[in-house]
């Protein structure tokens, strides 16, 4: 059976570069793993006043039905003063309502932060990981995925190089094995 791998990008920009290591990880992937790149950009700021039957947006019962489905998570953001984008944390909120029906709980997660700053992320990621500890969200602890002067580490196409692209195969491994003992 094909396993469900979820990518959300905190980045909005269409030539985004952590769009550009989301894809790369996807294309690292295996047989039996199929990506799924899960839009958020089009769900409106989370409201409780609006988490009714009659009122609930469709944007946030397609999200939430499409990440129910996934066998794991995958994060893959930039940093906006020292924490997530709006974007991404929006989505977490999105997905962990209503109280009680979580679509996140115990679905595997890895946390990749990519910056043309030499930091690589590191308060975005690690202030994600404080949300998806609250969502039940078991995260890959090593190795750790901060990928620091990401525009020096493209090619003249605008490719990951291959460096790091073996780098992102370890990350990738040790997540897929991490996944596949929690989910024995």
Same mark, same amino acid.
């Given at each position: 059976?094909?396993?469900? !791998? %979820?990518?959300?990008?905190?980045?909005?920009?269409?030539?985004?570069?952590?769009? =550009?290591?989301?894809?790369?990880?996807?294309?690292?992937?295996?047989?039996?793993?199929?990506? /799924?790149? /899960? =839009?958020?950009?089009?769900?409106?700021?989370?409201?409780?006043?609006?988490?009714?039957?009659?009122?609930?947006?469709?944007?946030?019962?397609?999200?939430?039905?499409?990440?129910?489905?996934?066998? %794991?998570?995958?994060?893959?953001?930039?940093?906006?003063?020292?924490? /997530?984008?709006?974007?991404?944390?929006?989505? +977490?909120?999105?997905?962990?309502?209503?109280?009680?029906?979580?679509?996140?709980?115990?679905?595997?997660?890895l946390v990749?932060?990519?910056?043309?700053?030499?930091? %690589? $992320?590191? %308060?975005?990621?690690?202030?994600?990981?404080?949300?998806?500890?609250? +969502?039940?969200?078991?995260? +890959?602890?090593?190795?750790?995925?901060? !990928?620091?002067? !990401?525009?020096?580490?493209?090619?003249?196409?605008?490719?990951?190089?291959? $460096?790091?692209?073996?780098?992102?195969?370890t990350i990738?491994?040790?997540?897929?094995?991490?996944?596949?003992? +929690?989910?024995?």
């Amino acid at each position: 059976m094909t396993k469900k !791998i %979820g990518f959300f990008i905190g980045s909005l920009r269409k030539d985004s570069y952590n769009k =550009k290591v989301a894809e790369t990880f996807s294309d690292l992937l295996p047989e039996g793993y199929e990506s /799924v790149f /899960v =839009k958020i950009d089009d769900l409106p700021f989370y409201n409780e006043d609006i988490e009714t039957p009659e009122q609930t947006p469709t944007e946030w019962t397609r999200f939430r039905e499409e990440v129910k489905d996934l066998d %794991g998570v995958i994060f893959v953001t930039p940093e906006y003063n020292r924490s /997530v984008p709006a974007v991404l944390k929006n989505a +977490l909120d999105v997905g962990s309502r209503p109280y009680g029906q979580s679509v996140w709980d115990k679905k595997p997660g890895l946390v990749v932060t990519a910056s043309p700053g030499g930091v %690589g $992320g590191f %308060g975005a990621n690690h202030h994600l990981r404080q949300s998806l500890v609250f +969502l039940n969200v078991p995260t +890959l602890q090593q190795p750790e995925a901060y !990928i620091g002067n !990401i525009t020096n580490l493209l090619d003249e196409d605008g490719n990951i190089i291959q $460096g790091t692209v073996d780098f992102f195969q370890t990350i990738l491994d040790a997540y897929l094995d991490f996944a596949g003992k +929690l989910n024995a």
